[in-house]
């Protein structure tokens, strides 16, 4: 399929420009004023019929060729993060805390790109629904654009996104066949004691004794209450308490990440938190509350669709440049409820490492990330070649 990739290749400009023009203006969840109208007047203008403001700010375009039933969705996220940008790039943010520090940019540009090229060439016979979603960043756009009527007013028959992943050589494309990506749960925890001198603990009831001992044994849960072969993490990523050496608080204060990649390993976690946090409060005295805020689903890679993702990927890339099953991720994804009303698969492609730098790979979440600008071409390519494929397989059997 290099004719078909050389062709993407020759218009990624536009959209490199595009992608950096989005990156230069970031907007934050629910924000995405700008990116959705840049996104939904390019869609418009190629033939797409759009509709703007789905679950707030989302936008979805949808193109019908030909005489096919089946319906697909590809979806894109639009929105950036509260990270002051360090890249140093020509067009690095322009808002002072806020920028595309994990890619969103590129994803919506490969999106963007793919759009074009379809509306333009076709090649396909079937309902093509784009989805730019809003919020992924924790604030759960996609359950706004369903809890919207995304899938009622835009049914699909599947449904497909693309991660960037530094680390991963460019361009190259990983696939995973079931749990692909971590849940996400985040709970509060209040300790509550008698403040007192620090001279004289015995008048007093320290509930930052008790916070540590309930942070060595959150350790043990993952160590000793879950399957060896099922990931699982908690971490403790803050514990507040005192203000002063010699004063022991009245209270403590822990904040909690909690992520697993099976349901009922998901449900382990948060009923040993709870039993073991109230049981070490009691030990010590003090009084515990919790506050669990469930957050993103465990992402599940359907078989059939992944299996066709794979096969897209592998004719166009060849087996040099396709991981057939990848390891699974502990971050977390809200596409993971699309994938719940809908089957489909989240693929990632590979964002290289830092050629100008030779040194590794910049993570995404951090101040100096930068989407690889090469992948707008291979991403889009890839959205192209799926779509075709997946709206002229219904003769063939499709996934």
Not at 215 to 233: E, F, G, W, Y
């Amino acid at each position: 399929m290099s004719h078909l990739l050389d062709a993407l290749t020759e218009r990624a400009g536009e959209f490199i420009r595009l992608r950096r023009d989005i990156h230069r203006h970031p907007e934050l969840a629910f924000e995405e004023h700008r990116t959705a109208a840049l996104v939904a007047d390019q869609l418009e203008g190629w033939g797409y019929a759009v509709e703007r403001g789905i679950g707030g700010t989302g936008v979805v375009g949808r193109l019908v060729r030909g005489e096919g039933r089946r319906r697909l969705g590809l979806r894109a996220d639009m929105d950036a993060l509260p990270i002051e940008e360090s890249s140093g790039r020509e067009w690095a943010s322009a808002r002072a805390g806020v920028m595309h520090a994990c890619g969103h940019d590129g994803h919506t540009a490969m999106l963007l790109a793919a759009a074009r090229h379809l509306a333009e060439d076709g090649g396909f016979s079937g309902t093509l629904n784009l989805v730019f979603q809003p919020a992924e960043e924790g604030a759960g756009g996609a359950l706004r654009m369903m809890e919207d009527g995304l899938f009622e007013r835009y049914p699909c028959d599947a449904i497909f996104a693309m991660h960037n992943m530094p680390g991963i050589a460019q361009g190259h494309m990983v696939m995973r066949e079931g749990p692909m990506m971590a849940s996400s749960d985040y709970a509060t925890i209040v300790l509550r004691g008698v403040g007192g001198h620090g001279a004289m603990p015995h008048k007093a009831v320290d509930p930052l004794v008790a916070a540590a001992s309930i942070v060595m044994a959150l350790q043990t849960i993952v160590s000793r209450n879950i399957d060896p072969l099922q990931p699982a993490v908690v971490t403790v990523g803050a514990l507040n308490a005192g203000q002063a050496n010699n004063v022991i608080p009245a209270t403590a204060r822990l904040e909690l990440s909690v992520r697993a990649l099976d349901r009922d390993t998901r449900a382990t976690l948060q009923g040993r938190i709870r039993e073991l946090v109230h049981l070490q409060a009691q030990s010590f005295g003090v009084s515990a509350e919790i506050d669990w805020r469930p957050g993103y689903a465990v992402l599940v890679n359907s078989r059939a669709e992944t299996e066709f993702a794979r096969a897209v990927a592998l004719e166009m890339l060849g087996p040099d440049r396709v991981t057939p099953q990848g390891p699974p991720l502990t971050g977390s994804e809200d596409f993971a409820f699309m994938l719940e009303r809908v089957p489909g698969s989240y693929v990632l492609i590979g964002n290289g490492d830092d050629p100008a730098q030779g040194a590794p790979a910049c993570m995404v979440h951090n101040p100096g990330y930068d989407f690889n600008d090469a992948n707008v071409a291979v991403g889009s390519a890839y959205w192209v070649l799926l779509a075709r494929r997946f709206l002229a397989a219904e003769a063939a059997g499709g996934p």
